[in-house]
């Protein structure tokens, strides 16, 4: 398996709802990281995942928080999230071995009304 | 911290060769990448340059000067499915994830008939 996987592919929630995005990979890959990405911009950081803990956080609101239950598995839980929220959210992972870049999932498209 | 620059948009005809620069500077460079990213989709990987030089990938070349902070990528019989946008990402051993990427803005490349 040399994939990272993300569900859903797209979301659209109302901004009293709660919902999660989810990331997996079996790759064994170590570090996990998601990035939001608006229309014709970069990708920007978001959180960054080593051996399942928290290492970087880049001032993100509260509305967005971050869970990696297992060194498979990342979740993002989202609430009270504002229109101007609404982008591509990429998942990526990378293995410890400094000689590779990412591997990313194809994104989960979220639509806040 | 790093910076990242890339031109905004490029075109080039079908059969063609494009050449796509990335400068940067960083206080720890580790590597630079670059990537593919189609409209909507998921940025994914075309090389990876670690050591000064020239790589070759098929219709695709990227070069690296480290002294020089510099980059392109070379790619050559444009075909209209390279429309897309190319992303420089480097990567910075001094920051607390040592395989976390930072990207450039992106270059968006039109290929036309």
């Known amino acids: 398996d040399t994939e990272v996987t993300q569900t859903p592919k797209h979301l659209v929630m109302g901004m009293t709802n709660k919902k999660s995005l989810k990331c997996e990979q079996h790759m064994g890959h170590r570090a996990m990281y998601w990035y939001k990405q608006k229309a014709k911009k970069p990708p920007e950081l978001m959180f960054v995942?080593?051996?399942?803990?928290?290492?970087i956080n880049e001032s993100v609101p509260s509305r967005f928080s971050p869970e990696c239950p297992n060194s498979s598995l990342l979740n993002l839980h989202l609430h009270a999230l504002q229109p101007e929220d609404s982008a591509l959210y990429l998942c990526?992972?990378?293995?410890?071995?400094?000689?590779?870049?990412?591997?990313f999932g194809s994104g989960t498209r979220l639509t806040v009304v | 911290g790093q910076n990242i620059d890339q031109p905004t948009e490029m075109t080039a005809t079908e059969g063609a060769i494009v050449q796509i620069n990335c400068t940067y500077q960083t206080s720890g460079f580790n590597g630079l990448f670059w990537y593919q990213q189609h409209a909507g989709e998921a940025p994914t990987f075309l090389s990876y340059n670690v050591l000064d030089g020239l790589e070759e990938k098929g219709r695709f070349s990227s070069f690296l000067s480290r002294s020089k902070g510099y980059s392109y990528l070379l790619l050559k019989e444009l075909q209209m499915k390279d429309s897309a946008s190319y992303l420089c990402a480097v990567r910075d051993r001094s920051n607390n994830a040592g395989n976390m990427l930072t990207f450039g803005g992106g270059t968006r490349l039109m290929v036309k008939p």
């Open positions: 995942y080593s051996y399942e803990k928290l290492s």
């Open positions: 990526a992972s990378t293995p410890t071995d400094s000689s590779y870049g990412y591997t």
